[in-house]
């Protein structure tokens, strides 16, 4: 179960990475994936670097063609299916730019 104050934390940090574009660096398929993430499967997870050299993991969304050195852009999407509690935890994923 993931707590609702976990989720509140993070809030903040997510927040500071909404809408910014960054950089592939690295990306991987993932086909078999863990329990919780089982509805999204296949994927594909990036490795970025955003404008001011940090870097972050997440999940392409509405796509599976991409390659290094694409921009893409931060958005907030649900990260996991839903707990026995019914808390829904949101996240940031990517999304290409054309």
Do not use: C
Request: aromatic share 8%; proline share 6%.
């Amino acid at each position: 179960m993931i707590s609702p104050v976990k989720i509140w934390r993070r809030q903040k940090k997510v927040r500071e990475l909404l809408g910014r574009t960054a950089q592939v660096l690295t990306y991987t398929n993932v086909v078999v994936p863990p329990l919780a993430q089982k509805s999204f499967a296949p994927y594909v997870v990036v490795l970025v670097e955003f404008e001011d050299k940090t870097r972050a993991v997440g999940q392409l969304v509405d796509t599976h063609e991409i390659k290094i050195g694409d921009t893409v852009v931060s958005i907030l999407r649900k990260v996991r299916e839903p707990s026995d509690d019914g808390v829904i935890a949101y996240g940031v994923k990517f999304k290409k730019i054309p």
